[in-house]
């Protein structure tokens, strides 16, 4: 089957990113999604509330620990697996895949799609949350970049674990739950290889803070999430070239 034309593949991306966000995007999923971010804000006026003697250090601590370790993965996760994986499941992505389009295409809309779906469902709650916990603009500021940093390297990762693995749902908590919240907080290679390891390290070097296995710079973190965002589209649109979607 021949690839389509390289301007005509251009004009499908937008098209193929409102499929799949309308697909994933469910009422269901939207609202729960929110509702954890909520519960994270009103922890974080709780905390603020709490009249802690470093608010900078308590709320840089409550950010990661919530929001880098549980809201980032989760939120991520649930859209970024579900825009290609739920398709492969029940056998409807093979009407996408038998169009004329590159496959890299579907694999970018579907990275795209996570990404817009997820960024505010992570970063309006968190960016709140850090407000509230007192820990100034330094930590607003910290939070935004780290939390658009984690979500940008977790769609790639996921939607790549979606379009191989099945079940990859669970799969994914599985990443979330024992390579990131057991293994890589040994340190070493297995933080460099932990998402949350490049996204914390954002958050202590804009804030200043001396935060645990947070050695990587803002630029490294930077470019490792873009670098993880792409090898994602990459691998992906290999697993779509393989032919059994259905």
């Given at each position: 089957?021949?690839?389509?034309?390289?301007?005509?593949?251009?004009?499908?991306?937008?098209?193929?990113?409102?499929?799949l966000t309308r697909t994933t995007a469910t009422r269901g999923r939207v609202l729960g999604l929110a509702g954890l971010g909520l519960v994270g804000v009103v922890v974080a006026a709780i905390v603020g509330h709490t009249d802690p003697s470093d608010p900078l250090l308590t709320g840089a601590r409550f950010i990661d620990g919530f929001g880098l370790s549980v809201l980032a993965p989760i939120v991520v996760l649930v859209f970024a697996t579900a825009g290609l994986g739920d398709p492969i499941d029940d056998g409807?992505?093979?009407?996408?895949?038998?169009?004329?389009?590159?496959?890299?295409?579907?694999?970018?809309?579907?990275?795209?799609?996570?990404?817009?779906?997820?960024?505010?469902?992570?970063?309006?709650?968190?960016?709140?949350?850090?407000?509230?916990?007192?820990?100034?603009?330094?930590?607003?500021?910290?939070?935004?970049?780290?939390?658009?940093?984690?979500?940008?390297?977790?769609?790639?990762?996921?939607?790549?674990?979606?379009?191989?693995?099945?079940?990859?749902?669970?799969?994914?908590?599985?990443?979330?739950?024992?390579?990131?919240?057991?293994?890589?907080?040994?340190?070493?290679?297995?933080?460099?290889?932990?998402?949350?390891?490049?996204?914390?390290?954002?958050?202590?070097?804009?804030?200043?803070?001396?935060?645990?296995?947070?050695?990587?710079?803002?630029?490294?973190?930077?470019?490792?999430?873009?670098?993880?965002?792409?090898?994602?589209?990459?691998?992906?649109?290999?697993?779509?070239?393989?032919?059994?979607?259905?």
């Open positions: 089957m021949s690839a389509a034309h390289p301007v005509r593949a251009r004009g499908a991306l937008g098209p193929l990113v409102g499929l409807t992505l093979v009407y996408l895949w038998f169009r004329p389009r590159p496959r890299w295409t579907l694999a970018a809309a579907a990275v795209i799609s996570a990404t817009m779906v997820s960024l505010p469902l992570v970063v309006v709650p968190l960016v709140v949350a850090a407000a509230l916990t007192g820990g100034g603009d330094e930590l607003v500021a910290a939070t935004a970049v780290a939390a658009v940093v984690a979500v940008v390297a977790y769609a790639g990762l996921f939607v790549a674990l979606g379009a191989w693995v099945r079940r990859a749902l669970s799969w994914g908590v599985a990443y979330v739950l024992i390579w990131e919240g057991f293994i890589a907080r040994a340190g070493g290679g297995a933080n460099r290889l932990s998402v949350r390891g490049y996204s914390r390290s954002v958050l202590a070097s804009i804030t200043g803070l001396d935060l645990s296995l947070a050695d990587a710079g803002v630029p490294l973190a930077l470019a490792v999430a873009a670098g993880v965002a792409v090898a994602g589209v990459g691998a992906t649109a290999l697993r779509l070239r393989r032919g059994d979607v259905a």
